[in-house]
């Protein structure tokens, strides 16, 4: 066996099959840190900015995408240079701290977004802005520690804890914030709930972050100081750098490459899959609010399965079985009707049983499928993030998840795009969504001729 695979970060032998005690704090960083996407960004706050504050469905999602199309604009441009000045700064985990307490000020600021208040749309728009840029940005620092947190024989699993206990954490805040929701406390409204939503998610992170980076190794270079460090290069060149980097690190480009592009698909899956259901198979928004929960809880097992695949077969083998599995998945909920399964093949009885929510069998047969899809999909999240650690030098994680964070915001307008465009040609719903699989093809191919990493369990 390869002794160095064997070691904990900090040079002790690491028992078999056990995640050092340093992986578990950084996977805890994701509990920490997980709550805000999916409850400001994603779920709470977001319909309530829209519903509430701006008073107009549509005009709230315009006003709310395009807070946080910028601030990815802005993290697509800065990311590559981010990534180079981490890896030459000093001392990570004070700023990673600092990043927390910047999100945690702009979650509880947005308590101030009230109903009729006249600042309270542009307030709440700068403030998403500040919460997603310091998201992204603690998520930049996160992923630069994996390495030394891990090391080289949990990387998998320790990627995959983290993106499980993000998910579980999420789960536990949304259900307590649901709750309060309709029945709220203390005489205050489900509105109010609502509005106080990112002042829970900072409380939580708070609460949560100081234990964990407290027990988390520091990574940095040996008398490096972040006053020293250069933003910008001294001599940059972006076609230069692009063609040296295909040439010295063919393997990480061409990852990034593929995950860009099948990422795009599964970022437009989850996004445009509420939509779907609810044209194709007629679902209200207590069915769509009820998948959006049971997708997250489904991520909890996701992010262990991609440490065991990862450690089974090699973080490269294992993208290429969830990508797999994510396609035939997709493919096979395509073929799901409100009478049919199978493209029609199969028929299901439509009649409707006596349930106020998902009474008919096809609802049923659709809802058991979204367990399988977003366990594979952040299976698929932690797996790429895995990969990449094992393709990286050491001396350059930063720099690489700059770029890797860079791609993973560039071409995000690919999938709704290309969604958009099949349905308007051919004036289908199904097949409009349907053509992510496109998507999903590509970065299955691409995948195929990148080398195989080492998987993370070696054998005696």
């Known amino acids: 066996m390869d002794k160095a695979a064997s070691m904990e970060p900090d040079g002790k032998r690491a028992p078999r099959g056990k995640v050092p005690a340093t992986?578990?704090?950084?996977?805890?960083?994701?509990?920490?840190?997980?709550?805000?996407?999916?409850?400001?960004?994603?779920?709470?706050?977001?319909?309530?900015?829209?519903?509430?504050?701006?008073?107009?469905?549509?005009?709230?999602?315009?006003?709310?995408?395009?807070?946080?199309?910028?601030?990815?604009?802005?993290?697509?441009?800065?990311?590559?240079?981010?990534?180079?000045?981490?890896?030459?700064?000093?001392?990570?985990?004070?700023?990673?701290?600092?990043?927390?307490?910047?999100?945690?000020?702009?979650?509880?600021?947005?308590?101030?977004?009230?109903?009729?208040?006249?600042?309270?749309?542009?307030?709440?728009?700068?403030?998403?802005?500040?919460?997603?840029?310091?998201?992204?940005?603690?998520?930049?620092?996160?992923?630069?520690?994996?390495?030394?947190?891990?090391?080289?024989?949990?990387?998998?699993?320790?990627?995959?804890?983290?993106?499980?206990?993000?998910?579980?954490?999420?789960?536990?805040?949304?259900?307590?914030?649901?709750?309060?929701?309709?029945?709220?406390?203390?005489?205050?409204?489900?509105?109010?709930?609502?509005?106080?939503?990112?002042?829970?998610?900072?409380?939580?992170?708070?609460?949560?972050?100081?234990?964990?980076?407290?027990?988390?190794?520091?990574?940095?270079?040996?008398?490096?100081?972040?006053?020293?460090?250069?933003?910008?290069?001294?001599?940059?060149?972006?076609?230069?750098?692009?063609?040296?980097?295909?040439?010295?690190?063919?393997?990480?480009?061409?990852?990034?490459?593929?995950?860009?592009?099948?990422?795009?698909?599964?970022?437009?899956?989850?996004?445009?899959?509420?939509?779907?259901?609810?044209?194709?198979?007629?679902?209200?928004?207590?069915?769509?609010?009820?998948?959006?929960?049971?997708?997250?809880c489904s991520a909890v097992f996701g992010g262990i399965l991609g440490g065991w695949l990862g450690r089974r077969f090699g973080s490269r083998n294992a993208i290429i079985i969830e990508l797999a599995a994510i396609t035939l998945i997709f493919c096979f909920q395509i073929g799901i009707s409100p009478e049919a399964a199978f493209f029609g093949l199969l028929p299901l009885d439509p009649a409707a049983a006596d349930r106020s929510m998902f009474p008919r069998v096809v609802d049923l047969v659709y809802l058991g499928t979204v367990v399988p899809l977003s366990a594979f999909v952040i299976a698929a999240y932690a797996s790429c993030r895995s990969l990449l650690v094992h393709y990286c030098p050491q001396d350059r994680v930063g720099y690489f998840f700059g770029i890797y964070a860079m791609t993973s915001t560039i071409t995000i307008w690919l999938g709704p795009a290309l969604v958009s465009l099949v349905t308007q040609v051919f004036d289908s719903q199904r097949i409009g969504f349907g053509s992510l699989s496109i998507l999903f093809v590509a970065g299955l191919a691409l995948m195929q001729r990148l080398p195989k990493d080492r998987p993370d369990q070696k054998k005696s």
Not at 184 to 211: N, Q
Not at 224 to 239: C, D, E, G, H, L
Not at 254 to 259: D, E, N, S, V
Request: net charge positive.
């Open 23 to 296: 992986g578990l704090w950084w996977a805890m960083i994701d509990w920490a840190r997980a709550p805000v996407y999916y409850v400001v960004l994603m779920y709470v706050f977001s319909a309530y900015f829209a519903e509430s504050v701006v008073g107009d469905h549509a005009r709230g999602q315009v006003l709310f995408s395009s807070a946080i199309a910028l601030t990815g604009a802005f993290m697509a441009v800065l990311s590559p240079f981010l990534g180079g000045f981490v890896d030459e700064g000093g001392r990570r985990k004070p700023v990673l701290l600092a990043l927390f307490i910047v999100m945690a000020a702009a979650c509880s600021g947005l308590a101030l977004a009230a109903p009729g208040v006249s600042y309270a749309i542009p307030l709440a728009m700068v403030l998403l802005g500040v919460t997603a840029i310091a998201y992204s940005v603690s998520e930049l620092l996160h992923n630069a520690l994996l390495p030394a947190s891990a090391g080289p024989r949990h990387v998998s699993m320790v990627s995959g804890l983290g993106l499980s206990l993000g998910s579980l954490a999420a789960v536990i805040v949304l259900v307590g914030l649901i709750y309060f929701l309709e029945k709220p406390p203390a005489g205050l409204t489900g509105e109010d709930v609502a509005r106080l939503s990112g002042l829970v998610c900072a409380v939580w992170m708070l609460v949560f972050i100081v234990p964990a980076l407290a027990g988390l190794k520091d990574h940095y270079r040996e008398g490096a100081r972040w006053r020293t460090a250069r933003f910008i290069p001294r001599s940059w060149s972006p076609v230069k750098t692009v063609a040296t980097l295909f040439r010295e690190h063919p393997a990480i480009m061409r990852l990034l490459i593929a995950r860009m592009i099948f990422m795009d698909g599964l970022t437009a899956l989850f996004t445009i899959g509420a939509v779907y259901v609810a044209g194709v198979l007629e679902w209200s928004a207590g069915e769509t609010a009820a998948m959006g929960i049971l997708s997250t």
